[in-house]
């Protein structure tokens, strides 16, 4: 049977450090924690869980911390996790059922990350990471922000599902935009998933214009991992929508479809395009399409898996009303209800429709 390190970096975790660690420890031989300033008592609470408690001088770069921290591991694999994630019931037993039969020669084992939730606790956002790795692999972590292991050999894809349960996250921080800056200022030039990543900060922060320039830049090089590429699609057409620039926006959502087979979150955004536009016959269009989409199984990429159901048939629904088409309208209304039957749409959609109809 191997043996797992878990590794983390924290910094005033104090609200969520102990959750963390009590989901997990059951199944890991070793704790390290590498401390980056924390000024609370985080550093107290994880001396409960180990004695392997220790201080890095933060750097503005996640990887350095992170390899800190890997390299304070002494067993066979090492697991990864950040403060405010934990492990399930089930994706603990699943966890040490993993440890009794993983091939030791396996490099690298990619989990679920399930970081979008809905109101009953179903799964609205999720991807793969890299999440247990062969120590002896001897893999680093690159990237000063939204971090990366540098891996290869052979991989294990898994159905546990590490869960993202954020409680303190300091919303409008510029910390990872400021980080990204300091380098371009500084005469480096960013990696390109550096660029995707710092095109994302700024579309977050608003500044549209700024994000749309590095998101072409980014779409332009024809490196980047083809899930980065969609997700530039998306967001660009999203700051195009955001300063008005509809037809821009269009072309952008549109321009997904010639790096890979539609995606529901793409084809949904066409549809929001043209609903916007009050072109609700095209939005149907779009909106169904999605609808009768798979949902992604093997990408390891960004997956909304409501957005291959309930989403687009809320959305058929809306815009079958608006063209008079009551009883297509109310039949959408009803597919959605078979995802979300509980949802405030779908409860809305219902009785109005039944008074129309009626």
């Not at 997990?24 to 031989?29: N, P, S, T, W």
């Not at 107290?44 to 001088?57: G, S, W, Y």
């Not at 971090?147 to 290869?152: K, R």
């Not at 916007?276 to 939005?283: I, L, P, R, V």
């Amino acid at each position: 049977m191997i043996t797992i390190s878990l590794c983390m970096i924290v910094k005033n975790e104090e609200a969520t450090l102990a959750r963390a660690l009590e989901s997990v420890k059951d199944a890991v031989d070793e704790i390290v924690i590498a401390d980056t300033g924390s000024t609370d008592s985080t550093m107290e609470i994880a001396r409960q869980f180990t004695d392997k408690v220790f201080n890095f001088k933060w750097i503005d770069d996640f990887s350095a911390a992170r390899n800190f921290s890997f390299s304070k591991a002494t067993q066979d694999y090492i697991l990864w996790m950040d403060a405010d994630d934990v492990f399930l019931e089930e994706d603990l037993q699943k966890l040490k059922e993993l440890k009794k039969t993983l091939d030791p020669t396996t490099d690298v084992v990619m989990f679920k990350y399930n970081t979008g939730f809905d109101a009953q606790g179903r799964v609205t956002f999720s991807y793969y990471r890299e999440r247990l790795v062969r120590r002896a692999g001897n893999f680093k972590w690159k990237e000063p922000v939204h971090e990366v292991i540098d891996t290869s050999g052979n991989y294990l894809t898994s159905d546990i599902a590490v869960s993202h349960k954020k409680e303190n996250y300091e919303h409008g921080s510029k910390r990872n935009l400021q980080i990204y800056e300091a380098i371009i200022n500084s005469g480096q030039e960013l990696s390109v998933r550096g660029n995707y990543y710092y095109a994302r900060e700024l579309y977050t922060h608003a500044m549209y214009e700024k994000a749309i320039e590095q998101f072409e830049k980014f779409l332009a090089n024809g490196k980047g991992w083809i899930e980065d590429k969609l997700g530039a699609c998306e967001l660009m057409a999203r700051c195009y929508m955001a300063t008005e620039q509809d037809e821009k926006a269009l072309l952008s959502a549109l321009h997904s479809f010639s790096l890979t087979i539609p995606r529901g979150e793409l084809c949904c955004l066409v549809g929001e395009i043209f609903k916007k536009q009050n072109n609700f016959a095209n939005a149907l269009f779009w909106y169904d399409l999605a609808a009768k989409l798979p949902i992604p199984k093997s990408t390891f990429g960004f997956v909304k898996p409501d957005y291959y159901n309930f989403v687009p048939l809320v959305e058929c629904a809306v815009c079958c009303d608006k063209l008079k088409r009551y009883k297509e309208a109310e039949e959408y209304n009803e597919k959605a209800a078979a995802f979300k039957p509980e949802h405030p749409s779908v409860l809305h959609n219902r009785s109005y429709f039944k008074k129309l109809l009626s």
